[in-house]
Nanobody
Framework: QVLVVESGGGLVQPDGSLRLSCEAT????????MGWYRQGPGKQRELVAS???????NYAESAKGRFTISRDNAKKTVYLQMNSLKPEDTAVYYC???????????????WGQGTQVTVSS
């Protein structure tokens, strides 16, 4: 059983900052790619940023220059530092973790429950 838990969301004013965290726990042999997605009101879920096990990052155009994704492999945790936040960043942010596990299906990806980020004055 693998559990993915996000934290760090909240209400912030425009141009403010937030740092999201996501920890994966359970019978994990290896954590592969980790990523942050978001789903705004009335919108489809979209990729915000991802990071491979070796640290290669990928960002959505809307996140470039403002957001930074990082990870701590020992803690099986991924972070998203969000700066210069805008009202259009308001969304539920979800963490996705791809892992190797000890039993069938041996490789799988898991989602967290989501954390709300609201950017408003």
């Amino acid at each position: 059983q693998v559990l993915v838990v996000e934290s760090g969301g909240g209400l912030v004013q425009p141009d403010g900052s937030l740092r999201l965290s996501c920890e994966a726990t359970g019978s994990i042999l290896r954590v592969n790619d980790m990523g942050w997605y978001r789903q705004g009101p009335g919108k489809q879920r979209e990729l915000v940023a991802s990071i491979t096990s070796s640290g290669i990052t990928n960002y959505a155009e809307s996140a470039k220059g403002r957001f930074t994704i990082s990870r701590d492999n020992a803690k099986k945790t991924v972070y998203l530092q969000m700066n210069s936040l805008k009202p259009e960043d308001t969304a539920v942010y979800y963490c996705n973790v791809a892992v190797n596990v000890m039993s069938y299906p041996y490789k799988a990806d898991y989602w967290g429950q989501g954390t709300q980020v609201t950017v408003s004055s």
